[in-house]
Every structure is written in C-alpha cells, then in structure tokens.
T-cell receptor, first 111, second 115 residues
Framework: LAKTTQPISMDSYEGQEVNITCSHN???????ITWYQQFPSQGPRFIIQ???TKVTNEVASLFIPADRKSSTLSLPRVSLSDTAVYYC????????????FGAGTRLFVKA | NAGVTQTPKFQVLKTGQSMTLQCAQD?????MSWYRQDPGMGLRLIHY???????DQGEVPNGYNVSRSTTEDFPLRLLSAAPSQTSVYFC??????????????FGPGTRLTVT
C-alpha cells in the first residue's frame, strides 16, 4: 500500500486559493489518487480522483506531475465552509479497501 | 435515496457488554466496509465485504464480527466491549466491477463510548 504524506494543518483566508500537496513516493503503476473531505461529526465525502495530469470538477482541481510521486489538491476561492480535514489516498481497488486514510490535512479558513 | 444509514447515532456501553451497530445502503452497492476513527486520527478499516456472504478482515478486526446476508445490510457486532473500542464508527459502501471510480459513500457515523 502506498503511504502518503500531507501537511498536518493549513490556514487560509476566505477568497484565497488553497493548494494542499500530498507526497506518495512509492505509488504503483495502477494506483489512482483520491481526495476526501471530512467535516466534524460527519463521514468523509469524495472530492476528486485522478491518475495523471490534471482533473477538474465543480469543487476542485487535482494536479499530478508526470512522475506521479506527488499530487496537489487545489480549492479555488475558499469560504468558511471549506474548513475541514482533507485526506489524500492512493491505491488501486474499486472498493477502496486497499487505500489508507492517514491523519489528513486540517484546513482552517478564516474570515 | 437515503444513501448509507447507520443506527444508533450514539451509544454508551459498559465493559463486557455486546451490541450490534447497524448499517444499510439503498444504492445496490456490492462493496461495504466498516471503519473506526479515533480523535484526531484518520479512519482505520475494521472489516469489509465484497458481496452478500463474503467478508474479510481489515486493519483492526479484533473484537468485532461482521456478516453480510443481504446486499443492503452490513451489521458490525462488538462481542465484549472494551474501553479501547471507544470511537466513532463509520460504515461505507461503493461500486464494484469495472468502474475506475473508487468513491466510497459514508454514513453519518455512530459515536460509541465504553465505560
């Protein structure tokens, strides 16, 4: 299982773009990169998933360099409601069982 | 769709008691799993199931049993509760097959305290 490393916490202000980088040096050829968001007292919620280059949806963008040893989740123009813990997961398994939730990155958005 | 539902939301047990945490999903997902989350930590996989009648152990299975008699339900049984099992428990479900999406849908969680 690929181990991931993320910053423990980050602070930002409303309206700013936030970039959270995840390191996964031993990512395997078949592994995908998936990000989840978790609010207090709730279960995690899927944000975005990618394999290489760039993926964008209505919530975020995911940038993956050619060597795939890291990835960056980009949240455009954050608001107070984006305050949450963000998890980076790496793995290849449709059920998600072979992926590991680390401690995640605690993002705090200030007014 | 209700998605993934869990009952109860809160539970207090005494050491040695047993109980079952209920989980149900109405999305016809083949895969279901149970996680526990301790304060300030990520989620750890307890047990999972890839279909009715098929279960397997995750990272921290000791002290827990599961069964999967239907696609919809995946109950988690605590055999003899211990204070170390005080945690928040999340149930999740996901698609199987050839999809390349590894999106798991999580329930709202059960907060368990063992005294």
């Amino acid at each position: 299982l690929a181990k991931t490393t993320q910053p423990i916490s980050m602070d930002s202000y409303e309206g700013q773009e936030v970039n959270i980088t995840c390191s996964h040096n031993n990512i395997a050829t078949n592994d995908y990169i998936t990000w989840y968001q978790q609010f207090p007292s709730q279960g995690p919620r899927f944000i975005i998933q990618g394999y290489k280059t760039k993926v964008t949806n209505e919530v975020a963008s995911l940038f993956i360099p050619a060597d795939r040893k890291s990835s960056t989740l980009s949240l455009p123009r954050v608001s107070l409601s984006d305050t949450a813990v963000y998890y980076c997961l790496v793995g290849f398994d449709t059920g998600g069982f072979k992926t590991i939730f680390g401690a995640g990155t605690r993002l705090f958005v200030k007014a | 769709n209700a998605g993934v539902t869990q009952t109860p939301k809160f539970q207090v047990l005494k050491t040695g008691q047993s109980m079952t945490l209920q989980c149900a999903q109405d999305m016809n997902h083949e895969y279901m799993s149970w996680y526990r989350q301790d304060p300030g930590m990520g989620l750890r996989l307890i047990h999972y199931s890839v279909g009715a009648g098929i279960t397997d152990q995750g990272e921290v299975p000791n002290g827990y049993n599961v069964s999967r008699s239907t696609t919809e339900d995946f109950p988690l049984r605590l055999l003899s509760a211990a204070p170390s099992q005080t945690s928040v428990y999340f149930c999740a479900s996901s698609y199987s097959g050839t999809t390349s999406s590894y999106e798991q849908y999580f329930g709202p969680g059960t907060r368990l305290t063992v005294t």
